[in-house]
């Protein structure tokens, strides 16, 4: 294993120290969150070598990311779509999946500049299309129906969809005053 084994090692440090630098956290703060000295952490970093798994699991899930994934450095792949909600600025309901931030981190040389949707509700449905990469809708204002694959998901202000486009999608003003969404996509 010899060499093989050094390097994936390193490449887990790698991984550990590029998600914590993507999301603007320090080597003092990871240390205090995972109870171990700034020197631990920062040896961890830099081979990889005796990191705990607890202390990837709280990394994967302090940043929403797939364990495999920081193991690995293997995406899992998104067959449908997850759904945070927050309602009234507070999170009430998450399943898992993935916000803008790591979407960022994971597609940061291939992201698309955000965009500012307004929907009417005179709108007729959009036709459903598809597309690679994954495919990020937050919802500023109004109400916003996403159609994915058969399905019909209602957002409200504040929730928003994490999904893959391969899968036929298109939306929908849901209510009776005009509706806007930012949407992101990762190609």
């Known amino acids: 294993m010899g060499e093989d084994r ?55 899930r302090k ?8 193991l690995t450095g293997t995406a899992a792949k998104l067959d449908t779509f997850h759904v945070v909600r927050r309602g009234e ?13 790591d979407m960022a981190w994971r597609y940061r ?18 036709e459903l299309v598809t597309h690679h990469g994954q495919e990020f809708n937050f919802v500023i204002e109004g109400t916003v129906v996403v159609t994915i694959g058969d399905q019909d998901i209602e957002l409200a202000q504040w929730d928003s969809v994490y999904f893959n486009p391969e ?13 806007k969404f930012i949407t992101i996509i990762a190609e």
Do not use: N
């Open 89 to 101: 600025g507070k999170e009430v309901d998450r399943f898992p999946g993935y916000r803008y931030d």
């Open 6 to 60: 050094e390097r994936s090692l390193a490449d887990i440090g790698l991984r550990m120290e590029g998600l914590r630098e993507a999301c603007d956290v320090s080597v003092e703060e990871m240390a205090a969150e995972l109870a171990v000295s700034p020197g631990t952490y920062r040896a961890w970093e830099e081979t990889g070598e005796d990191v705990p798994i607890s202390a990837l699991y709280h990394m994967a």
């Open 63 to 70: 940043f929403g990311v797939d364990l495999t994934e920081l």
């Open 167 to 179: 899968i036929p999608h298109g939306q929908r003003c849901g209510g009776e005053v005009p509706a």
């Open 109 to 126: 040389d291939k992201i698309m500049q955000p965009l500012l949707v307004v929907l009417d509700p005179s709108d007729e449905p959009a």
